[in-house]
């Protein structure tokens, strides 16, 4: 589909976008609260969850329609603009009458394309500005598809949310980064603005500053981060919450960095380090096919002698040692575990085509009988 996506914001180049607000709305008084504060620091976008969905049922899901009428006093007061998450039609009519300014989908309704298109469905007609967060799973085409489906409903101003991706074991993120997914939807929709939603990314608020700097490091387009008057006592996310006055010296800390510049000798010195880094990208793929044919000669083997594709023991010392031999060569056992499964995949598929020649053939040939 071919879009044609303006920018949400207005922004000067080099000036992040700056959304903040409570993870939900809880009380008018909390609601204003945080607003006075944040209105003293002139982000752009003041946020508050209304209707909030929870994991399982019983925990805090949200004031509902009251809680707008406490982002209407916001602007009215403050004069920020004011954005809530919407997840159904409902919720797009109620937001509407309410006069809020920018939309939001959250990565539980951006992963159901029924909701997505329920939302689409609900805002034609009503150019209102619309930001997308990623879906729960590492899934780009997903995120893709909720982009198209608002734009298709005539939506002129898209942005997205980077807000992490849920994965399993253990992890020092809520949801983790997977940067490289958010630089893969930014290739494939060029200028589409991207703010980092570091709160839901850390799930704690140690870390936010360190996420917060790697998403300006990434050229990021900006930060959505959940601030607090007293976090501690929220009645959800506290864990990731912060104060307006520790919001405003991380924004304050940010280093940001230019996205080129037109010292000569620094083009050239990146210019060598770039030819170098293509001609070990180039080695290693020549490595990884010769490495491919070695998987298929086994998978000759395995075949002949009725030797399972897959095994364990294998492929669990092939990982221990080479996670071993990374931290020696300081490689990161995240980094090292992802590039050595992506290869052993592939190894399989390889060696299951070897091992399933003439299988296919003989099945098509019975089907057509």
């Excluded at 980077?162 to 253990?170: D, E, L, P, Q, Y």
């Excluded at 992506?342 to 091992?355: L, W």
């Amino acid at each position: 589909m071919d879009m044609k996506i303006n920018p949400v914001f207005d922004k000067p180049a080099g000036q992040p976008v700056v959304i903040a607000g409570p993870c939900s709305a809880e009380s008018e008084e909390q609601v204003l609260t945080t607003a006075r504060a944040l209105a003293k620091q002139n982000i752009d976008l003041f946020r508050s969850g209304i209707w909030k969905p929870r994991t399982r049922p019983g925990s805090f899901e949200g004031v509902g329609v009251i809680g707008l009428k406490w982002l209407q006093k916001v602007k009215a007061e403050t004069g920020l603009k004011v954005t809530t998450e919407v997840a159904n039609r409902a919720h797009v009519f109620e937001a509407l009458k309410h006069g809020i300014d920018v939309l939001w989908l959250g990565a539980r309704t951006t992963v159901n394309p029924f909701s997505v298109q329920e939302v689409a469905d609900a805002i034609k007609g009503v150019d209102i500005p619309v930001l997308i967060k990623n879906p729960i799973n590492p899934d780009v085409k997903l995120w893709m598809g909720a982009i198209e489906r608002i734009a298709k409903a005539g939506v002129t101003k898209i942005g997205v949310i980077h807000r992490g991706f849920s994965s399993f074991g253990n992890s020092n993120y809520r949801n983790e980064p997977m940067w490289q997914l958010a630089i893969e939807l930014k290739r494939l929709v060029p200028g589409i603005q991207m703010v980092c939603d570091n709160s839901h990314i850390c799930g704690r608020r140690d870390t936010l500053a360190f996420v917060a700097q790697r998403a300006m490091d990434l050229q990021m387009d900006g930060l959505m981060t959940e601030v607090h008057p007293n976090p501690d006592e929220a009645w959800s996310d506290a864990a990731q919450q912060i104060t307006p006055a520790v919001f405003g010296e991380l924004v304050k800390g940010l280093k940001l960095r230019k996205a080129s510049t037109n010292d000569v000798e620094f083009l050239e010195h990146i210019d060598d380090l770039r030819h170098q880094i293509d001609e070990i990208d180039n080695n290693l793929l020549n490595l990884y096919s010769k490495r491919m044919n070695l998987a298929e000669n086994i998978g000759k083997y395995k075949k002949k002698n009725n030797i399972s594709i897959l095994q364990s023991s294998r492929w669990n010392e092939i990982l221990e040692q080479s996670m071993a031999k990374g931290r020696e060569i300081g490689l990161s056992d995240g980094f090292v575990t992802q590039v050595l499964t992506a290869i052993h995949q592939e190894s399989i598929n390889h060696q299951t085509k070897v091992m399933n020649t003439g299988t296919t053939e003989k099945q098509a040939k019975k089907a057509k009988a």
